[in-house]
C-alpha cells in the first residue's frame, strides 16, 4: 500500500460546479497537511495548509481533514475555467521530507 | 521579492554528459530539495538537504549527485550514469520545525531533455 494514493483522473467539470478532491493516507504520523496547485509546465504552487482534523476555508477553497480516517479534501466551489490545473495532495511529520500524491488532473469547462 | 530560483528552464543533454540545474532561494530555509516528476507519477524525491555541508538520498538517488556548500544554493547533477533522465525537475525549500513552517515552496522548474 502506498503512503499517499490520489485518484489522477483527469476530472472534467462544468464551469461554477462545485469539485471534490480527495487523498487517502495510511501513516498515521502525519501531522501537517496541504494541497498544491500545478499548472501544465510550472512548480507546484501552495493553496492550503491545516495541522489539525477539522474544515479550513480560504475563499472558494475548503480543506477538510479526517485523521479517524485518514482522509483529506480539497472543495473547490463556483469553479472556473482558471481551476483547471493538477492538485497535488501532501502530508508530513517533523523535519522529513513532504509525502506527495500523484496529483488529480482538473478540466474546468467554460 | 522571496522565491526559489531554478535555471536554466530548459536544458538539452547528449548521451553520456553530465549536466547541472542551478537552484538558489533567498526565503533563508534550512532544508531543501530536489524532486523529479514524470507524467503519471507524481513527484519523487531525490536529494534532500536539511543544513549545511550535509544531504541525504531520497527514493531515486541514482545517477544523481548534491551538493550543499551554501545555505542559499543545492545544485543538482544529472550525471551520465542516469539512465532515463528527460524529466521535469523541481526544487523545493521548507523552513525548520522549530519554526512552526512546514510548507514548502516550489521553484518554476528545469524540463530536462536528452537528445
Known amino acids: 500500500q502506498k503512503e499517499v494514493e490520489q485518484d489522477p483522473g483527469p476530472l472534467s467539470v462544468p464551469e461554477g460546479a462545485i469539485v471534490s478532491l480527495n487523498c487517502t493516507y495510511s501513516?498515521?504520523?502525519?501531522?501537517?497537511f496541504m494541497w498544491y496547485r500545478q499548472y501544465s509546465r510550472k512548480g507546484p504552487e501552495l493553496l492550503m495548509y491545516?495541522?489539525?482534523?477539522g474544515n479550513k476555508e480560504d475563499g472558494r477553497f475548503t480543506a477538510q481533514v479526517d485523521k479517524s480516517s485518514k482522509y483529506i479534501s480539497l472543495f473547490i466551489r463556483d469553479s472556473q475555467p482558471s481551476d483547471s490545473a493538477t492538485y497535488l495532495c501532501?502530508?508530513?511529520?517533523?523535519?522529513?521530507?513532504?509525502?506527495f500524491g500523484k496529483g488529480t488532473r482538473l478540466s474546468v469547462i467554460a | 521579492d522571496g522565491g526559489i530560483t531554478q535555471s536554466p528552464k530548459y536544458l538539452f543533454r547528449k548521451e553520456g554528459q553530465n549536466v547541472t540545474l542551478s537552484c538558489e532561494q533567498n526565503?533563508?530555509?534550512?532544508?531543501m530539495y530536489w524532486y523529479r516528476q514524470d507524467p503519471g507519477q507524481g513527484l519523487r524525491l531525490i536529494y534532500y538537504?536539511?543544513?549545511?555541508?550535509?544531504?541525504q538520498k531520497g527514493d531515486i538517488a541514482e545517477g544523481y549527485s548534491v551538493s550543499r556548500e551554501k545555505k542559499e544554493s543545492f545544485p543538482l547533477t544529472v550525471t551520465s550514469a542516469q539512465k532515463n533522465p528527460t524529466a521535469f525537475y523541481l526544487c523545493?525549500?521548507?523552513?525548520?520545525?522549530?519554526?512552526?513552517?512546514?510548507?514548502?515552496?516550489f521553484g518554476q522548474g528545469t524540463r530536462l531533455t536528452v537528445v
Open positions: 501532501a502530508m508530513g511529520q517533523g523535519n522529513t521530507p513532504l509525502v
Open positions: 526565503l533563508n530555509h534550512d532544508a
Open positions: 538537504s536539511q543544513i549545511v555541508n550535509d544531504f
Open positions: 501513516n498515521s504520523a502525519f501531522q501537517y
Open positions: 491545516t495541522y489539525s482534523s
Open positions: 523545493a525549500s521548507k523552513d525548520s520545525i522549530g519554526t512552526g513552517h512546514t510548507e514548502a515552496f
